[in-house]
């Protein structure tokens, strides 16, 4: 199917508003370097102090903090911000000592499917086609890389396209044949686009097969890809029990990635021998209880779990609002067309830690630099290989000020304390440390994000601050860390009427900027009618593999304002005579996408010109 926005067939369908109308959607003081007393505030004295203590042995390395983009589409609609305000938002994402300064970026493998709010294309649509410069993640790597040419990149499918099963629905069928796809992403992400692909995953959520695991290792090492690392499998606990009783799937695997683990581990996987990660995590609303959830997950998945690497879902917040898990990312940019975006609580909580640590640190063991405060709250202490820098993280996050989307949190309390904070080992003689703090506020007024405080100041190895409630600090010897701004952007608006979209300043293969595809992929090719251009092409020819609940038929892509009325919607289409579908339609007021899309409801006309019918209904 052609499809192209345009002014040729017009669709009055405001008539019939009334028949859908039913489904409309209806500062604190601070001291010297010589005080010792930081902070301090009266409290109860509990008499309690913490102790970091590298000479007593040091704990897991520290594999870094990430974000991922993708799973699916959801940085979709940034590709379309002005270069000068897109540029703002990648430094805050990516930019070494600005704002969240990512250690990791995971992205989707493109699979065609719907993978949350939206679908991402394959490099291959078929076993014939190959195609390097689809979608958009190859420019976000290498936005990222751009910025930090250090940042670990990670590769992760949450479908694959039909022909990979074979006649199922199931991609491991031929593990050759699904290992030797994925590894072409990886090689086209080198060759094509001078990325390194450091990890690759399974597929996300979904069954794992260990004969493709196994399979997948020994083609990387045989492509000479021997340092691309496998993480599996991105979902949940089982597949542990499996790496403990297979000598040959603990060799294949690199780490066990995990999702949403709640900040704990089970006692069998901690004693694995194997680094855990949580491979996915937060996936919560981004304001101060989601900046609340960051930072006490950032600092307990290790207290609690081991979890030597944590990377949110999602990147960035840029997809339109009826989709699933608005504003989930670690900030938002949803306006292309006004450049307005927001920079939220959770780029300041990652960047407690990302700012002052490097991958291939090592954390301190658990009750030497490591450990639960003693009136609630966490601490993380961190080294280098040389042990010739410390970073220490403290947060005070109370339990309904940072609940997660996911899993439940089991209730706790935290107060506020006086700690005292004893050095030994390598820097027992560390005279002072610098301090960075952020308070989220819940009182109505302003949260104090990423503040650089007076140092605090150390005397025979010991220093005594304050810590209140739904609080953050680093501590540190780093000294490059940095808030970066930039004005502040445009205001919002709403999205631009009268629209219109002629494609003709794309590439082929490109898919349109601001056109969300929820079923199928629609991208730019030529037109075979002289009277067109540029038009774009729906472009899925057979059932994908994904994990939606039922299988997803009718392709469908949203754009604008599903609040609409009064709108008027014009298209130019052409149905190819060879593999051509029966019917296209244009719809109103769509109040769903993702996987239950096609349980939505709007005003739909369809159109099928073979039988010279049309039809006006309230969903598909």
Same mark, same amino acid.
């Given at each position: 199917?052609?499809?192209?926005?345009?002014?040729?067939?017009?669709?009055?369908?405001?008539?019939?508003?009334?028949?859908?109308?039913?489904?409309?959607?209806?500062?604190?003081?601070?001291?010297?370097?010589?005080?010792?007393?930081?902070?301090?505030? @009266?409290?109860?004295?509990?008499?309690?102090?913490?102790?970091?203590?590298?000479?007593?042995?040091?704990?897991?390395?520290?594999?870094?903090?990430?974000?991922?983009?993708?799973?699916?589409?959801?940085?979709?609609?940034?590709?379309?911000?002005?270069?000068?305000? @897109?540029?703002?938002?990648?430094?805050?994402?990516?930019?070494? /000592? $600005?704002?969240?300064?990512?250690?990791?970026?995971?992205?989707?493998?493109?699979?065609?499917?719907?993978?949350?709010?939206?679908?991402?294309?394959?490099?291959?649509?078929?076993?014939?086609?190959?195609? &390097?410069?689809?979608? &958009?993640?190859?420019?976000?790597?290498?936005?990222?890389?751009?910025?930090?040419?250090? !940042?670990?990149?990670?590769?992760?499918?949450?479908?694959?396209?039909?022909?990979?099963?074979?006649?199922?629905?199931?991609?491991?069928?031929?593990?050759?044949? =699904?290992?030797?796809?994925?590894?072409?992403?990886?090689?086209?992400?080198?060759?094509? *686009?001078?990325?390194?692909?450091?990890?690759?995953? !399974?597929?996300?959520?979904?069954?794992?097969? !260990?004969?493709?695991?196994?399979?997948?290792?020994?083609?990387?090492?045989?492509?000479?890809?021997?340092?691309?690392?496998?993480?599996?499998?991105?979902?949940?606990?089982?597949?542990?029990?499996?790496?403990?009783? #297979?000598?040959?799937?603990?060799?294949?695997?690199?780490?066990?990635? +995990?999702?949403?683990?709640?900040?704990?581990?089970?006692? #069998?996987?901690?004693?694995?021998?194997?680094?855990?990660?949580?491979?996915?995590?937060?996936?919560?609303? /981004?304001?101060?209880?989601?900046?609340?959830?960051?930072?006490?997950?950032? /600092?307990?998945?290790?207290?609690?779990?081991?979890?030597?690497?944590?990377?949110?879902?999602?990147?960035i917040g840029s997809y339109y609002e009826n989709l699933?898990?608005?504003?989930?990312?670690?900030?938002?940019?949803?306006?292309?067309?006004?450049?307005?975006?927001?920079?939220? =609580?959770?780029?300041?909580?990652?960047?407690?830690? =990302?700012?002052?640590?490097?991958?291939?640190?090592?954390?301190?063991?658990?009750?030497?630099?490591?450990?639960?405060?003693?009136?609630?709250?966490?601490?993380?202490?961190?080294?280098?290989?040389?042990?010739? %820098?410390?970073?220490?993280?403290?947060?005070?996050?109370? *339990?309904?000020?940072?609940?997660?989307?996911?899993?439940?949190?089991?209730?706790?309390?935290?107060?506020?304390?006086?700690?005292?904070?004893?050095?030994?080992?390598?820097?027992?003689?560390?005279?002072?440390?610098?301090?960075?703090?952020?308070?989220?506020?819940?009182?109505?007024?302003?949260?104090?994000?990423?503040?650089?405080?007076?140092?605090?100041?150390?005397?025979?190895?010991?220093?005594?601050?304050?810590?209140?409630?739904?609080?953050?600090?680093?501590?540190?010897?780093?000294?490059?860390?940095?808030?970066?701004?930039?004005?502040?952007?445009?205001?919002p608006q709403s999205f631009p009427l009268p629209y219109?979209?002629?494609?003709?300043?794309?590439?082929?293969?490109?898919?349109?900027?601001?056109?969300?595809? %929820?079923?199928?992929?629609?991208?730019v090719v030529k037109s075979q009618d002289a009277s067109?251009?540029?038009?774009?092409?729906?472009?899925?020819? %057979? %059932?994908?593999?994904?994990?939606?609940?039922?299988?997803?038929?009718?392709?469908?892509?949203?754009?604008? /304002?599903?609040?609409?009325?009064?709108?008027? +919607?014009?298209?130019?289409?052409?149905?190819? @005579?060879?593999?051509?579908?029966?019917?296209? $339609?244009?719809?109103? @007021?769509? #109040?769903?996408?993702?996987?239950?899309?096609?349980?939505?409801?709007?005003?739909?006309?369809?159109?099928?010109?073979?039988?010279?019918?049309?039809? +006006?209904?309230?969903?598909?």
């Amino acid at each position: 199917m052609e499809f192209k926005l345009g002014t040729a067939l017009s669709l009055l369908f405001l008539q019939i508003v009334e028949i859908c109308a039913s489904f409309d959607q209806k500062e604190f003081s601070i001291y010297s370097v010589q005080s010792e007393a930081h902070f301090l505030k @009266r409290v109860p004295s509990n008499g309690k102090s913490i102790t970091v203590d590298d000479s007593q042995g040091l704990g897991r390395l520290f594999e870094g903090v990430g974000a991922i983009s993708g799973g699916g589409a959801t940085s979709k609609l940034l590709v379309n911000y002005e270069e000068k305000l @897109r540029d703002q938002i990648l430094d805050y994402l990516f930019k070494p /000592n $600005f704002g969240a300064s990512l250690q990791i970026l995971k992205v989707e493998i493109g699979g065609d499917v719907q993978s949350t709010d939206g679908t991402e294309a394959s490099h291959m649509h078929s076993s014939w086609d190959e195609n &390097y410069h689809r979608g &958009y993640e190859w420019w976000v790597m290498k936005e990222a890389k751009k910025r930090n040419p250090n !940042i670990k990149l990670y590769g992760l499918p949450w479908g694959f396209p039909g022909w990979l099963g074979q006649g199922t629905l199931s991609p491991y069928v031929a593990p050759e044949v =699904t290992a030797n796809y994925v590894i072409k992403w990886i090689s086209g992400a080198k060759k094509v *686009h001078n990325l390194t692909i450091d990890f690759v995953g !399974i597929w996300n959520e979904y069954k794992y097969n !260990i004969t493709y695991i196994k399979t997948l290792r020994e083609m990387l090492d045989l492509r000479g890809y021997e340092k691309t690392m496998v993480i599996a499998s991105d979902g949940y606990w089982g597949i542990v029990q499996d790496v403990e009783k #297979d000598e040959g799937l603990a060799a294949a695997i690199y780490a066990i990635g +995990v999702h949403y683990p709640g900040t704990n581990s089970p006692s #069998d996987a901690k004693n694995l021998g194997k680094t855990l990660w949580a491979s996915e995590d937060y996936s919560t609303f /981004n304001d101060e209880v989601g900046g609340g959830c960051w930072a006490r997950t950032l /600092n307990q998945n290790y207290v609690n779990g081991l979890l030597t690497s944590t990377i949110a879902w999602n990147l960035i917040g840029s997809y339109y609002e009826n989709l699933p898990w608005f504003r989930s990312g670690l900030m938002t940019a949803v306006q292309p067309w006004s450049g307005h975006y927001n920079v939220t =609580t959770p780029i300041w909580m990652t960047a407690h830690t =990302t700012q002052f640590t490097s991958i291939g640190w090592n954390y301190f063991s658990h009750g030497n630099g490591v450990g639960k405060l003693p009136k609630g709250g966490s601490y993380v202490s961190l080294t280098n290989e040389a042990k010739d %820098q410390l970073t220490i993280v403290i947060e005070t996050m109370t *339990h309904d000020h940072s609940l997660c989307v996911r899993p439940a949190l089991p209730p706790y309390d935290v107060y506020p304390q006086n700690i005292t904070i004893t050095l030994k080992g390598s820097f027992a003689n560390l005279p002072h440390m610098n301090v960075w703090y952020s308070k989220l506020d819940f009182s109505g007024t302003e949260d104090r994000m990423f503040v650089k405080k007076k140092p605090l100041g150390f005397k025979n190895g010991q220093a005594t601050l304050y810590l209140g409630l739904d609080e953050i600090l680093t501590l540190t010897t780093i000294t490059t860390g940095n808030k970066g701004s930039y004005q502040q952007p445009p205001e919002p608006q709403s999205f631009p009427l009268p629209y219109k979209d002629d494609f003709e300043g794309l590439q082929i293969s490109q898919e349109p900027y601001n056109l969300v595809a %929820q079923v199928g992929r629609f991208e730019v090719v030529k037109s075979q009618d002289a009277s067109h251009g540029l038009v774009i092409r729906q472009t899925v020819l %057979q %059932q994908p593999i994904e994990s939606c609940p039922w299988p997803l038929k009718f392709p469908i892509a949203i754009i604008g /304002n599903y609040k609409w009325t009064d709108i008027a +919607v014009e298209v130019d289409f052409e149905i190819p @005579r060879v593999n051509g579908t029966t019917g296209v $339609f244009v719809a109103a @007021r769509v #109040d769903k996408g993702s996987c239950p899309v096609q349980t939505a409801q709007g005003i739909f006309f369809s159109v099928f010109p073979k039988s010279g019918k049309f039809m +006006v209904s309230c969903d598909l």
